[in-house]
């Protein structure tokens, strides 16, 4: 093998998503238009080097409202909360922003539906994971957790003719899909969601390696251990082709050992992780021999969400005082 054969296919897209962005930017812009310390319940991404680099500049990290002081600023994350964190923090009388991913907030609006039509639902997640825990907790008197295949044995139904399955935005679609074929196979009247509740960001990033795990012998995705849409795309590498694969946090993480033999390395990144954390694995790997670089495009992405309305309101606010001391 020579130095020339190695190269790096480049999955696309990974990293950011919309959700993401708009969740990490609102904690900035949180911190220039009020000020530090911006308190955040629970990670806003998971992501550690995204949390670690918020909190260098201010933002304190907290598992629940009541670790926030009465009357503070404190921003939800964009895994969505329950109704019940919504109320305590009312009652602490909290200035809240809410970061909730669009997408997660959609599912969330179809639980309620679902719930007030008097379905039981199935919504097809890890449990403990705090997206799931934020749907649960729309309508916990009608909502079941179904923790993959193996999981759905153990459901049960007050009547199998109004039944209909959600899912957590994050999950492997392969293994959201299988679940849902065996729920079928026990409840033929399953109900589908109105549309596809696992996000854009998420199937788009696992058709990207699907496609270059077929031609890598190893492939590295760059994400969180918490972060369950990077830990699906190892599981999606290996199932695709790659020969081994593994999740690393950062360049640091990798063991040099799994190159030996390797001719082509795959890359990609989980839809939390910036781009930075990508480039210095894609530098670590040219220095090694692997120089030549190929981007494999499967999808263009080029959703925006808006920010938060509250931080709308007060960004708005701020510039018009400002405009108003410069003419003054």
Not at 225 to 245: D, Y
Request: charged share 30%.
């Amino acid at each position: 093998m020579t130095e020339q054969s190695k190269r790096v296919l480049l999955a696309a897209p990974r990293g950011y998503c919309a959700g993401v962005d708009r969740a990490v930017v609102a904690v900035e812009k949180a911190l220039e238009l009020y000020g530090p310390p911006v308190y955040v319940r629970k990670q806003i991404v998971h992501n550690k080097h995204v949390v670690e680099t918020l909190a260098a500049r201010g933002a304190i990290f907290v598992d629940d409202t009541d670790e926030v002081p009465e009357g503070a600023r404190v921003v939800f994350s964009a895994h969505g909360v329950s109704p019940q964190v919504h109320a305590d923090a009312a009652r602490r009388m909290l200035q809240t922003i809410d970061a909730t991913c669009p997408l997660v907030t959609k599912v969330h609006r179809e639980a309620v539906r679902f719930a007030d039509d008097d379905y039981d639902i199935l919504l097809i997640g890890h449990e403990g994971h705090e997206e799931v825990e934020g749907t649960a907790g729309e309508a916990p008197e009608r909502i079941q957790l179904v923790d993959g295949p193996e999981d759905v044995d153990n459901v049960v139904v007050r009547d199998p003719s109004r039944v209909v399955w959600l899912s957590q935005t994050t999950l492997s679609v392969d293994e959201t899909m299988d679940t849902v074929r065996r729920l079928r196979e026990r409840f033929p009247l399953l109900a589908d969601p109105p549309s596809d509740d696992i996000c854009y960001a998420t199937q788009n990033r696992q058709v990207a390696v699907k496609k270059i795990a077929r031609e890598s012998e190893l492939v590295i995705v760059v994400g969180s251990a918490n972060s369950s849409n990077s830990v699906r795309l190892v599981e999606v590498a290996l199932e695709n082709g790659a020969a081994a694969s593994y999740r690393v946090d950062n360049v640091r993480e990798i063991d040099e050992r799994w190159l030996d033999g390797v001719t082509t390395v795959g890359v990609t990144s989980g839809a939390s992780v910036p781009e930075i954390l990508v480039r210095e694995v894609i530098e670590m790997l040219a220095e090694r021999g692997y120089g030549d670089c190929e981007e494999v495009v499967t999808a263009e992405e080029d959703l925006l969400f808006s920010l938060p309305k509250e931080l709308r309101k007060d960004i708005k606010i701020a510039k018009q005082q400002a405009q108003a001391a410069a003419r003054s």
